[in-house]
């Protein structure tokens, strides 16, 4: 008899964790927003042999995935979301260590206001003639210079606080305070308000969905009740081997009350 395999605990949870990502894992990586993954062709079965008059398979995915991460390198100091959390564009996310670039903005601060004492200073005694022209534009030029060189810092101090892109909801957080960043995605955000409708149909309604139009759509027994979709993509290229093309409609999602990732049917109006 063949001895059995075992698996060591560390095996099946690299097995379990690698299942997992592939489901939720989009189809490039990006820290900017981008479109979701594509739909699993339905080829041969699914709406393969239907008409405009049937209702077709499709599946629910977010309108956007944002894989946000840090336009500077440092340490997190905070990491303000986890998964689940609902964020809104703009909102903070997550923090770097920024000890020495808040101490860089207090400086050049404090050297700006005093630049802008010595101009005022200097303003009156070049009213006297007590000073030249040219030595009161070298002081008015440096005092110009060092409130440029704060709005700089300013600046530098702002990258270290990453914001969400978009409104939506967080569905994977990769780092924890104190990982160092450098290129890495800190956070995964999902805009689930809209939600794009995905739908492969049989080439020979090619030409018969129109980019604008209207479907009504079901995503039962999950969400009950019907709901009114536009068409707002329909692809200009065929796929040969399986003879369908792709269609994408847009469904209002107010409230997150429809999750993405599952399955509904779609039918077109006539």
Known sequence: MRPMRTL????????????????CAPSA????????????????????SKTLKDEMECALEPKLIA?????VEGTLAQVAVDRGDFVRAG??????????????????????????????RNDDLFKKNLISASDKDELETQTRIAA???????????????????????????????????QEKIVRI??????NVETVLPVALF?????????????????PGNFKARVTVVDRVVDAASGTFR???????????????IKCSVKFAP
């Open 148 to 182: 440029l060189e704060l709005k700089q810092q300013q600046q530098v101090l702002a990258l270290r606080t990453i914001v969400s892109p978009i409104n939506g909801v967080v569905v994977e957080r990769f780092l924890s305070p104190g990982n160092h960043v450098s």
């Open 207 to 223: 030409g018969q969905i129109k980019s604008g139009s209207m479907a009504e759509l079901k995503a039962t027994p999950f969400i």
């Open 8 to 23: 060591s605990f560390a095996t099946i949870t690299s097995i379990g964790l690698a299942a997992a990502l592939s489901l």
């Open 91 to 120: 909102q903070m996310v997550a923090r770097l260590n920024a000890n020495v670039e808040a101490a860089t903005v207090d400086l050049k601060k404090a050297q700006l206001e005093y630049g802008e004492r010595k101009v005022q």
């Open 67 to 71: 894989d946000v991460g840090s336009p």
């Open 247 to 261: 269609v994408r409609l847009e469904l209002s999602n107010p409230g997150n009350r429809i999750p993405a990732g």
């Open 29 to 48: 990586f990006a820290q900017t927003p981008r479109p979701t993954g594509t739909l699993p062709a339905m080829g041969q079965g699914g709406n393969k």
């Open 190 to 195: 999902a805009q689930l308000d809209p939600l």
